[in-house]
């Protein structure tokens, strides 16, 4: 059975910094691209970041020059270093795979087809 769990959420002060972790089970993650998700109250959830299976990269508009996605297959984990971090960044965050799964991220944007894991809190706040 397919499972992705996160972890690594928690309060920070702006301009601190976080690393999350995404972790598989019931899958070779490695094959596999691998999205950051996020949802703030009231809003809708937005793409953050993806890691293709080669470790090709892309990031959304709002968290590019701070954030940085990586992958260590070895430990079936992807991970979601963010720096810099800023009040509006505060949302549970989620990690993601499509469904059926694919090694590239050309359509890591699209909510509909992915695969969720339960989500971890993250608060920027002083």
């Known amino acids: 059975q397919l499972q992705l769990v996160e972890s690594g959420g928690g309060l920070v002060q702006p301009g601190g910094s976080l690393r999350l972790s995404c972790g598989a089970s019931g899958f070779t993650l490695r094959y596999y691209a691998i999205s950051w998700f996020r949802q703030a109250p009231g809003k809708e959830r937005e793409g953050v970041s993806c890691?293709?299976?080669?470790?090709?990269?892309y990031y959304g508009d709002s968290v590019k020059g701070r954030f940085t996605i990586s992958r260590d297959n070895a430990k079936n984990t992807v991970y979601l270093q963010m720096n810099n971090m800023k009040r509006e960044d505060t949302a549970v965050y989620y990690c993601?795979?499509?469904?059926?799964?694919?090694?590239?991220?050309?359509?890591?944007?699209?909510?509909?087809?992915?695969?969720w894991g339960q989500g971890t809190q993250v608060t920027v706040s002083s």
């Open positions: 993601a795979v499509d469904n059926p799964r694919t090694a590239g991220c050309s359509m890591w944007t699209d909510k509909a087809t992915k695969n």
């Open positions: 890691i293709t299976s080669s470790g090709s990269t």
